[in-house]
Every structure is written in structure tokens, then in C-alpha cells.
């Protein structure tokens, strides 16, 4: 008995271009088929009917290596490829089942009986041979004709995702790094930067997304050019009789819950347009300022969207990895009818792969899309490990660390970045630390900088974590900076770290400041985000945190028991 399926001729073009990918897993849905026909039954398969399965085969001649297309990140954008393709709902990679390897990989639940969640194992109360004083009270009323079936919690449906989104999901962290380097990179240029140029199509909406606590490190500065070039050469175009189809620019600021809530909304909303001007955005349509975990500013931004995309447009979420988009989108998917959206959150960068369109956001044919974090080199968390990202990573209201400087001293934040308060025109300067708190500080004299690095970075300065990690990072630079503020109550000069954190700078007069980081870190310094300081300062030397503490006694262990075996061979010896 010969089975056939129509297939129509939009199914059969991507042949030519997928056979070649799909050559090493061919064989094996080959020989599925011929063992089991229904194979080709939509019904009785959980993954798309993919002709190249079948025909691939006989189309190809050569062997080719498993890569291609299924290592693609293009997601499920195309409404055409993903009738080809099982994109995982968490994260947009293409999903596989035969190579644990690869990245992707899956592994389909097996299939339950209709009734094995009955509560066939219970035993009605009224069958029982007594009842307990609190049913003779009437407590409880039993209906011993109901149907147990009725009883049963319907639950909703888990997503299928793949072997990655799951260990980021239940474990938060990814199980198997080696896979990610697999992956190519994400070709913006390509997948999206052609629609956001192209001025025929559905309109473009480009939801800029930039974290609050790291605006200079997450801002995508490439994306900005590109739509800002686009809206330059095209808004007069409708004048002379061409499509004046530009990209809309929603600037969407995450995370404000970081900042301290005595920040003026006003003065950081203007701190914003001037740093995104500075950016290279110049046209924004308009400016948001929310917080996906505590539901602030969503409804103005989902209304705000909603009005400018149209019935048939596109939404494009775009930002730097761990800025918060897929957060976001989470969010607002709650927001708009409770609908509660599959994507993948984590604290790690680059947890979305692919391009996923998110349904059931937008009205009418109107699409949203997530995609993949950008990677920003400039940003020092790309060179961390996942260890030493959660002791940079800000998850709580930001909280000042202030100093009073005299020239010649120095502050380090962790073994990660340090400020040499070189020269001045006054007698000592203010200097707050914005960053994680989880990272431990050491303010000393500056003749000592260089010993400080030498003995503790690594230890009692952390991250890095290990002397390993201090070479594998690379080369110590310094940037130099003149500074001219003319207030003692605020801070005017911030001297930031692409991914890090900031020195907030505060004085009546000039200085000569020497920031240290490592070689290729973003550092800029700008107008100061947050005026204000802490009403108590730092002590000279470390700081009290978990990691100087675990640092101090792994290093006076060794002299602890030495101490114990004096007191034992003379109980004459005191230890000062």
C-alpha cells in the first residue's frame, strides 16, 4: 500500500537549499519510515512533516556534515520556514532530536494514558467503616454520587523546549557551554537590519531596549546608526513620490527598580534623550521607562506600541544580551489578558538563540518578534565566567559606597577596575561607587596599587575569581580624565564601565583622575545619572563582604594551627 501526501509547491522550493543540511539525518527518518509508515502522518508525529526527511536521500550524492541550516539562528520570524522547522518556544533555536550534541537537542515526552491522573487510588468516605468525629459534627460534606473525574486539576500544557532552556530554566545555568561555540553568530545585518532599511513592506516598530543600571555598556549603538541613517535619507522620500515607510524608534529603559527612588523621574528622562543622542539615536518617536519585575510603565508602553504598529506591522525587540528583553516581552504577554508567554529568562547573556515570534501580544496581524541579544565586546561581562557574572550581575536597588579622597590615593572595585585620584585643586574629593554589592572594595594609598594587584586580586578582589582568571583577562590599561565640577553637595561626573558599574565624581574645583580596567572595556565619562551620595563613608582598606571574609580565613588557616601546636608545646607563648 503506496501512502502519499499532497505537498504543494511553496512546500517543495526550500528542497534545493535544505537537502544538503538535512543528508546526515535523512537516513534515520528513512528507515523510520520504512519501519513505520504512519510516520508521514501529521497526527501521529510530534515534529513537522519535513520533505527533506524523505526525498533528501535521493537528491544528494556526497556525504556533508551535520551543519548548515539546523544550526541556524533565524527562528521562526518566516511564517514559511518554520512550516519546516521545530523552533523551541524558549530561546528560537531550531530543535533536533538526534544529536545530544548539537545545539537544539530535544527529547519528546512520552505519551500518557488519558486517565492517569484519576484518583483511582482513593477510597470514597462514605465506604468507609468510620467516620471521624469532625464528619459527625457535619464539618464535611461528602456527595457520594459525584464523579472522581471531575475532581481532576486541569493543568496547563508545558511548552516542549530544548535540553538548554531547560537546564536555564530549573537549574539557571546552561549544562554544556561547548555547545554554544556551534552556533554562528547572529547575523543582524542580514536577519533584520534589511527590513528595518527597506522602505516598502508592514511598518516597522523597533523597541530599543537598554538596561537603566548599564545604560552606556547595553545601549546598541550599531542599531542606532543603522535606524537613524535609515530615517535620515527617508522622511522626505513621500515628497517626492517614494515610500516614506520609516522605522519608528521606541526607547525602552528596563530595570528602573535598580535605581534609587529619590531619582527624579524628570531629570533622568532628560539624562536619557541626552545620552541616546549622544549614542547616535537622534529621531526617538518616543521614551519609556518601565520595570517588567514590578509591572511599571507596561500599560502606557503596551498602548503606546499598540497605536503605532498598526493591524499588520512588526514589532522588533532589540538590545544588548541581559538587557531584559525577553523579560519584557514575559511581562507584557501577563499584562495583555494574562496570556503568559514561553520565553527563556536567565541571568545568563545571551539566552535567546533565534528570532521568535511571540503570539497573541498584538491585535489583528500585527507580529512581535524577540531576538537574540547583540553582543557587545566592549561590555566586560562577555569575558567573565558564569561565577563571576553573578557577583557583577545587579538584580537589587543600586545603594552608594562613598569615599573622601585626598590626592595620591586609590579606590578598586573588585580586581576589576580601580580610580588613582592623581591631582587636585582641593584637599579631597567625594567619590561614590555604583555597582554590584556583591563585589568587594579596597581604598588605599596609590604607591601601594600596584602590591594590592600582585597579592589579592583574585582573592580578597573578586572577580576574578583565581590568579588564572587575573592573566586570562588581559592587559591592564589606564585612561586618564580632567575633571571640573563646580559643587560640593552633588556629584557632576560619572566615569563609567561598559557592564561594570561607575565612579560618581563630587568636588569644588579640578582633577586629574586615572581609571584602570582591562584592555578593549568601554570607559566614558559623562554627565553624572545619579547626583546623590551616601550620608556615611567607607574605611580605608577592604571592605566587609562574604568574598574578603572566605579570603581572609582560607589564608590564616595555615597560621591558626601552627598557633594551636604552641599552645600545646608551651602554655607560656601568647599570640598578639
Not at 457520594?144 to 539557571?172: D, M
Request: charge should be positive; glycine fraction near 8%; charged fraction near 25%.
Amino acid at each position: 500500500m503506496l501512502i502519499t501526501r499532497k505537498v504543494s509547491a511553496l512546500m517543495l522550493k526550500p528542497l534545493l537549499s535544505l537537502h544538503f543540511a538535512s543528508r546526515s539525518v535523512s537516513s534515520h527518518y528513512f528507515s523510520r519510515f520504512c519501519l513505520n509508515p504512519r510516520i508521514l502522518h501529521p497526527a501521529s508525529s510530534s515534529l513537522p512533516f519535513l520533505p527533506s526527511r524523505c526525498f533528501s536521500h535521493s537528491l544528494s550524492s556526497k556525504p556533508t556534515p551535520p551543519k548548515s541550516s539546523l544550526l541556524s539562528r533565524d527562528g521562526n520570524y518566516d511564517e514559511a520556514a518554520s512550516r519546516f522547522f521545530l523552533v523551541c518556544p524558549g530561546c528560537g533555536v531550531h530543535m533536533q532530536d538526534t544529536n545530544p550534541n548539537h545545539p537544539g537537542f530535544f527529547v519528546q515526552p512520552s505519551r500518557k494514558d488519558s486517565n492517569y491522573r484519576l484518583l483511582t487510588h482513593l477510597v470514597p468516605v462514605d465506604h468507609e467503616s468510620e467516620c471521624s468525629d469532625s464528619l459527625k459534627r457535619g464539618l464535611v460534606i461528602e456527595s457520594g454520587n459525584q464523579k472522581t473525574e471531575e475532581n481532576v486539576i486541569k493543568k496547563a500544557q508545558i511548552p516542549v523546549v530544548c535540553s538548554r532552556c531547560h537546564s536555564l530554566r530549573f537549574y539557571g545555568k546552561v549544562k554544556d557551554p561547548t555547545v554554544e561555540n556551534l552556533l554562528p553568530d547572529f547575523d543582524f545585518d542580514h536577519t533584520i537590519g534589511r527590513r528595518l532599511v527597506s522602505t516598502t513592506g508592514p511598518r516597522s516598530v523597533v523597541l530599543m531596549v537598554v538596561d537603566a543600571a548599564d545604560f552606556d555598556g547595553s545601549f546598541p549603538k550599531k542599531v542606532a546608526d543603522l535606524v537613524s541613517e535609515t530615517i535620515e535619507e527617508n522622511s522626505a522620500a513621500w515628497k517626492q513620490g517614494k515610500s516614506g515607510n520609516v522605522p519608528r524608534v521606541v526607547l525602552v529603559v528596563t530595570k528602573i527598580d535598580l535605581l534609587p527612588p529619590s531619582l527624579s523621574p524628570t531629570r533622568f528622562e532628560h539624562w536619557v534623550r541626552q545620552r541616546a543622542r549622544e549614542g547616535g539615536m537622534n529621531k526617538i518617536t518616543s521614551l519609556h521607562m518601565v520595570s517588567a519585575v514590578r509591572d511599571w510603565g507596561l500599560k502606557n508602553l503596551v498602548e503606546d506600541v499598540v497605536s503605532l504598529v498598526g493591524p499588520r506591522g512588526n514589532v522588533w525587540a532589540i538590545g544588548a544580551q541581559n538587557a531584559g528583553k525577553s523579560t519584557l516581552i514575559n511581562s507584557i504577554g501577563m499584562h495583555v489578558g494574562g496570556k503568559i508567554t514561553q520565553l527563556t529568562e536567565a541571568a545568563v547573556p545571551g539566552t535567546t538563540l533565534g528570532i521568535i515570534r511571540v503570539e497573541g501580544i498584538l491585535p489583528g496581524q500585527a507580529k512581535l518578534f524577540d531576538t537574540p541579544g547583540l553582543l557587545n565586546p566592549h561590555q566586560i561581562t562577555t569575558r567573565l565566567t558564569r561565577e563571576e557574572q553573578k557577583l557583577v550581575h545587579i538584580n537589587k536597588e543600586l545603594k552608594p559606597r562613598t569615599y573622601r579622597i585626598k590626592a595620591g590615593h586609590t579606590v578598586h572595585v573588585a580586581g576589576l577596575m580601580r580610580l588613582d585620584v592623581e591631582e587636585t585643586t582641593v584637599d579631597s574629593i567625594y567619590v561614590t561607587v555604583w555597582a554590584s554589592p556583591y563585589l568587594p572594595l579596597h581604598m588605599g594609598k596609590t604607591e601601594n596599587a600596584s602590591k594590592i594587584q600582585e597579592d589579592h586580586f583574585g582573592n580578597q578582589l573578586q572577580p576574578p575569581i583565581g590568579k588564572d582568571r587575573v592573566v586570562e583577562l588581559g592587559k591592564w590599561v589606564r585612561r586618564e580624565f580632567r575633571v571640573c565640577c563646580s559643587s560640593w553637595d552633588s556629584s557632576c561626573v560619572d566615569a563609567a564601565v561598559a557592564g561594570l558599574g561607575w565612579f560618581a565624581i563630587g568636588l569644588k574645583g579640578e582633577a586629574v583622575l586615572g581609571l584602570w580596567t582591562y584592555e578593549g572595556v568601554e570607559v566614558v565619562l559623562r554627565s553624572s545619572v545619579i547626583p546623590y551620595r551616601s550620608n556615611f563613608f567607607e574605611d580605608a582598606g577592604f571592605t566587609v563582604s562574604k568574598i574578603v571574609s572566605k579570603a581572609d580565613q582560607a589564608a590564616n588557616k595555615p597560621l591558626d594551627r601552627s598557633e594551636k601546636k604552641g599552645k600545646k608545646g608551651d602554655p607560656k607563648v601568647c599570640v598578639g
